[in-house]
């Protein structure tokens, strides 16, 4: 059990599937989670459903918590940071999960002797399989990443990497599931048009991905291998295979992450200006 108060600035999807982990995994109790949000429907729709305590104001939250979860939009942040500056103290813990917003840029604002740590969850978050990539500022401690590694765990996995990674990896899992959907609505399509009926196709076709992703979580075998367990010489996995070769089904992937990757540069760039 952590004994130290947990804010969330911002009371969206995202924060609320934080705080559902960290109460329902035991890592913190219902008197150690706050929020704040300038929508105040958000915060009362958060405290009723969790028993949290919710403020009307950031600066508030701030004095009254140890670890600070900004979970605004980005261009929301410098407004954000410059309300809550002057209660920042060097013994707060700041973690961000605002696209596009670098700790050098977060540091301007609150100081350079903070501890801050930077991280791109996805939106499986939501239902506790998200998947989170942390990255530390200079300041953070092994004690603070590790209990901040903990926090995101509470939704799912998490990784740690360096900072100059969060770009790919909003592109690679923070768009992900986006990506992930427009296939299966692929799949679901091509199936009704073998003759299923809608609700049977999303049902083949969601089961399909669910036990696919949990046989390569837990199998032995690389998917090189899992597939080609799955596909007989001259068979009909293989005919399906030829066919997404023939039309560059890998180019179109790679190019689908790096133009992802590269936007997500673009953005963060006109966001830190």
Known sequence: MDNRIIGFIGAGNMAT???KGLISSGLYKTDQVKASDNDTDKTNTVSEQYGIESFS??????RSSHVIVLAVKPQAMRDVLEEIKEVIQKDHLIISIAAGIPIKMIASVIGSNIPIIRVMPNTPALIQYGMSALSAGEKVSQEQMDQSIKIFEAVGEAVTVSEEMIDSVTAVSGSGPGFV????EG???AAERLGFDKDTALKLITQTFIGSALLAERSEHSLARLREMV???GGTTAAGL????DKGLED???GGIEAACNRSIELGK???T
């Open 17 to 19: 599937a934080l705080i």
């Open 57 to 62: 104001t950031n600066i508030n939250l701030v």
């Open 181 to 184: 959907f427009r296939i299966m």
């Open 187 to 189: 799949f679901v399509n």
């Open 231 to 233: 596909t007989s010489p």
């Open 242 to 245: 030829n066919y997404f070769n």
């Open 252 to 254: 179109v992937i790679t």
């Open 270 to 272: 006109t966001i830190r």
